[in-house]
């Protein structure tokens, strides 16, 4: 069942289109009418957006949002968060006006390394092949000097390099372990480049080697690649505030914040709900990173393989009282550029990096860090006063209306009744049903 | 620095727009044209866009592209992939016709089962907790009735609660554990709702029950919320074929296996090497994710920690060479919906899932598994053979042009010398600027 197809890449984008329409829409002209739809009337503007990826044919839209009063450290920010999913901008928004109020965001970073690795196999002796590594060392340096020369020149590149025995894990299995700065960079491309050539030039000495000849076994790569794993590319954010700063009419400020800190402490023990915590704090960081360019799968991987680093998957946040004061904060690793890849080419990414101040790489981190914090903050508040639904329904309320194709009178009935009523996806059709009968 | 807003969600698309020009952009024309050049041209349209979430200002696009020729069982697809990382949707297409010639993918969904919890807070005696919850069970049930009759009647629902005592992990800590089947939906809604309601009914009825008030202290729901860790909603893909398939001009077959196996081997055993290893898998698996209108944050958060699942963090894929046949899987946990949420709204959503003949929860679940084997088959090729700078460079070509805002022939002309030359960014840059002077 299906076509297979030839040189499909080779194809223009119209060919590519006309073959998708009869392999699988049946010359369907409403499907592919749909794809137009969201090409964008610059031509010019479009062939971009075509050219990021192999095989593009339309564009995908997610909401650009703004979240405003983010006040973190001495600055104030609007924050442009790229998401679908509904309440998400206003949780944001929501945490950030209620912080701004009582001191703001705090946040710093703690470090910006970052490592890749020449993953090798070697079953000799161990000495041999560590005294090859220090008499090779300053070559594999100088090899990668033409790479990192504008890095060097702008206060980056390569740190070190260290040989490491990873035999304990896996037999004859040694690294190449590399450390970077780069700076304003993400830094992929330039990290992938330079192991890659230090692991060219590893092989290439080791090939003409003495001792291993005379063992008659040396080193060979397996592969030369970054790590998306970046417990050094470290950042943390915070907020604080006394105790009676959370009384509401309904609940005294120390009964909530006793019992904000006992959901953290369930999500630190418990990996069920752990995952969920930490998915509504990558809801914010995600969101941030989306709209900056930057790459959310790296962020993802580094961040949830840090929440596990202990043996036990566990919450990024932290949350406490000291005597009157809560205090409330992450701990996240967080990888990511503000100049390079999409950075100066997309230009709404283009558009959020001059919103946010035309920020460093540091203060990115920070900016996301903080954006990831405040979803926290919202959701858990949310989580142990109202429960989420509320909250979450309500915004979803004009997905369910758009769905049915309601008139703005309509949405208007129904986000009136809705006010005063419990939200659901049954609710919703049953009203908009009755109003059209 | 910066200005506070008030009633900034409460404000017309325009006014937004109008206050961030003020606020962030010193009334710069050309930031604020540069939003409204990403709008829909059909208001309609547009509108809905804007309803998906708070404060939304322009679209955001990603590449909407088509990776052919993916042979999952029986079944020829063309899979709709929406990223923005150059070389995904390449890598995805060449390891697609890879393996169509070899037989295909195979995969099967291993369960569906997904969860959710209680959280609550009890410091009494357990036996008489657990003797309450016995008691009152079926009332539990009996209370979300209304909210999955539609659910039930499609042969899904609500399949177990359990009462978890949790306290050797935290004092006092008790879970109502609750196993839901949702079909084709992917649920968060409709499992939340369950929970908030079983939740409701619990503290009611422990309000009244005469051996809490004896004992002086009764249990208390501290929040209740779907799990996004999903380890019992499992799929399996894997391919196979001998190893001389793998034979070319540069490497005998056997080598190269022996190579690739090593590869995982590494991944399985160093978090350096598997949180990129994983990363590269989710290039793949969120690129349909997203094109299909579901939640990234969730299955990311819930194929990592399940990464972690055993106390060190690993490789998703397995590899191995039985006497001369080559196979190579993975086990994936993926959470999916194809009906709810963004499904029937985003208009391209719908056309992703008539694209994939509109797929149960089930197949897509096999669907995106796929994409993740093919993007990590794609990824460890390269690297154990060419290394991935020299084919993720070549795709990243056009975007160094476009950002150069290279011409057409400037294009022609680059492209045309670096199908022999190696590229870098710099060596990009030169070649350009050497055709201007």
Redesign the interface.
């Known amino acids: 069942?299906?076509?297979?197809?030839s040189g499909?890449?080779k194809k223009s984008k119209h060919d590519?289109i006309k073959w998708?329409a009869e392999?699988?829409?049946n010359d369907d002209a409403t499907?592919i009418q749909?794809?137009k739809?969201?090409w964008?009337?610059?031509d010019r503007?479009q062939e971009?957006?075509?050219?990021?990826?192999?095989?593009?044919?339309?564009?995908?839209?997610?909401?650009?949002?703004?979240?405003?009063?983010f006040?973190i450290n001495?600055?104030?920010?609007?924050l442009p968060m790229?998401?679908?999913?509904?309440?998400?901008?206003?949780a944001a928004?929501n945490a950030a006006k209620f912080w701004?109020n009582r001191g703001g965001f705090k946040a710093e970073v703690i470090s910006t390394v970052k490592?890749g690795?020449v993953?090798i196999?070697y079953f000799g002796n161990p000495a041999v092949l560590f005294s090859f590594f220090s008499e090779v060392k300053e070559k594999l340096i100088g090899s990668i000097s033409e790479?990192q020369k504008?890095m060097k020149a702008r206060g980056g590149g390569l740190i070190e390099i260290e040989l490491k025995d990873?035999t304990s894990?896996?037999m004859g299995?040694y690294?190449l372990?590399c450390t970077f700065e780069t700076l304003d960079a993400m830094g992929a491309?330039f990290i992938?480049?330079c192991l890659?050539e230090i692991?060219d030039t590893f092989e290439a000495e080791a090939n003409g080697y003495q001792a291993f000849e005379t063992e008659g076994r040396g080193p060979k790569v397996?592969?030369?690649?970054?790590?998306?794993?970046v417990p050094e590319c470290l950042v943390k954010a915070w907020v604080s505030c006394e105790l009676d700063h959370f009384s509401t009419e309904d609940i005294d400020g120390k009964e909530f914040a006793d019992?904000f800190v006992?959901?953290v402490?369930?999500a630190?023990?418990?990996?069920?709900?752990?995952?969920?915590h930490?998915?509504g704090i990558?809801?914010g960081i995600?969101a941030v990173v989306?709209?900056t360019?930057n790459?959310?799968?790296?962020v993802?991987?580094?961040v949830?393989?840090y929440?596990?680093?202990n043996?036990?998957?566990t919450s990024l946040t932290d949350a406490r009282i000291d005597e009157d004061t809560f205090t409330f904060s992450i701990e996240v690793p967080l990888a990511l550029g503000t100049v390079?890849g999409?950075t100066?080419?997309?230009?709404?990414v283009?558009?959020a990096l001059?919103?946010l101040?035309k920020p460093s790489a540091s203060e990115l981190m920070m900016i996301a860090a903080v954006a990831g914090l405040a979803q926290n903050f919202a959701a858990?508040r949310s989580?142990?006063t109202t429960?989420?639904?509320q909250g979450?329904?309500k915004?979803?309320l004009?997905?369910i209306l758009?769905?049915m194709e309601a008139t703005s009178e309509e949405k208007q009935k129904a986000i009136r009744h809705f006010t005063k009523n419990t939200v659901?996806?049954?609710a919703a059709v049953e009203f908009i049903e009755k109003l059209r009968n």
Chains 1, 2 share one sequence.
């Open positions: 069942m299906g076509i297979p197809v499909f890449s590519k998708l392999a699988y829409f499907a749909t794809l739809k969201y964008n009337s610059d503007l971009m957006h075509d050219e990021f990826t192999e095989n593009a044919i339309s564009n995908y839209y997610l909401p650009f949002s703004v979240a405003p009063n006040q001495d600055t104030l920010y609007a790229v998401i679908e999913e509904s309440s998400v901008v206003a928004s701004m490592t690795q993953h196999d790479i504008n990873e894990k896996l299995y690294e372990h491309n992938n480049s890659e692991a397996v592969l030369s690649i970054l790590s998306n794993y019992n006992r959901a402490e369930m630190k023990v418990e990996i069920r709900r752990a995952v969920t930490n998915k990558m809801n995600d989306l709209a360019g790459d959310f799968r790296a993802e991987a580094g949830h393989a929440a596990s680093r043996g036990n998957y390079g999409l100066s080419l997309h230009p709404l283009k558009f001059q919103l101040r858990i989580l142990v429960g989420i639904q979450h329904m915004m979803h004009m997905n758009n769905q659901s996806h049954s």
